[in-house]
């Protein structure tokens, strides 16, 4: 059989909001997250033994890591389905590593779609082995326009989005998520049932809306975990026709909102410019069409 391609998209939270704390140390959150154009590409092919090949121009920060995701996953779905996972995988790892835009959980996510297409589904539910290896690997393996809640695990497809034409800049620094909570720290008026329906966001002008109306709770912690990122929001907004900018995730990459394709790659190469050191694409943001 030949290898099965999957693409393991870029996962963007357009807003985040931290409702609290549970026992066991997991927070539960509401994002409200979409998916670019931009993504890492995963390749799979059986073979004699479970192999895991880097290229890509952020492969060096994953080598050497022995509980990489995606051999995980590939374990995890083995077990289900109790077959030995003798495959072939092949990272192209084009997304920055420990940024905020869920490479890893999305490479995990790609990795069980592609066993799916190998293998078949298994007998346990696919939403709980993600959950198993991440808060953010069921959103990904869904790859919709999504409002997210709990620890991940519910998931509100949205009914109506429209695409987003954007940039994503990161300045090549990793920032710790644990740090970023620790930063972060209690806060009084956590609503920990609180519950939201997903928004219907027909045009642009209802998603720049929305998003003025619900913030990145971790954006502030994160920026005094690493300064540089108020450096990357500063830049974004200060380029030409950016209509909005946030910092994704727990950053450190943040993106920009444009009016249309052409004003967004604009901004990318005057970015570029100036700042030749930063991961800074010109892309898409999916829609539910």
């Known amino acids: ?51 895991l090949e880097l290229s890509g121009p952020f492969a060096s920060a994953l080598e050497g890591e022995s509980d990489n995701l995606i051999l995980e996953a590939a374990r995890r779905m083995a077990v289900e389905m109790d077959r030995t996972p003798n495959l072939a995988l092949t990272l192209e790892k084009n997304l920055p590593v420990a940024s ?21 589904d298994p007998e346990s539910s696919l939403e709980d082995i993600a959950l198993s290896l991440g808060a953010d690997v069921p959103v990904c393996l869904r790859k919709k326009p999504s409002l ?28 710790s998520t644990k740090e970023v909570f620790k930063a972060l720290g209690a806060s009084q008026g956590w609503d920990m049932d609180k519950t939201t329906e997903a928004p219907s966001l027909k045009t642009k002008r209802d998603v720049l809306d929305y998003l003025m109306a619900h913030p990145n709770d971790l954006e502030a912690p994160a920026v005094r975990v690493q300064p ?3 450096d990357v929001l500063n830049a974004i907004r200060e380029a030409e026709n950016c209509q909005f900018a946030r910092m994704s995730g727990s950053g450190a990459s943040c993106f920009g909102l444009y009016d249309n394709p052409f004003d967004a790659a604009e901004a990318a190469a005057a970015l570029k410019e100036t700042h030749p050191d930063w991961w800074i694409v010109a892309t898409r943001f999916k829609g539910t069409q």
């Open 1 to 51: 059989m030949s290898a099965i391609l999957e693409t393991a998209n870029a996962k963007i939270n357009l807003t985040l909001k931290v409702l609290g704390k549970r026992a066991d140390g997991y927070h539960l959150l509401e994002s409200l997250v979409v998916f670019a154009d931009v993504a890492d590409r995963l390749t799979c092919a059986e073979a004699d033994h479970l192999s």
């Open 100 to 120: 905020g835009i869920g490479g890893g959980s999305a490479d995990a996510a790609a990795a069980m779609r592609t066993l799916v297409r190998l293998w078949g």
């Open 148 to 175: 997210m809640s709990g620890i991940g695990e519910a998931l509100q497809p949205l009914q109506t989005m429209p695409e987003l034409d954007a940039i994503l800049v990161n300045p090549v620094v990793a920032v």
């Open 228 to 230: 540089a990122i108020a």
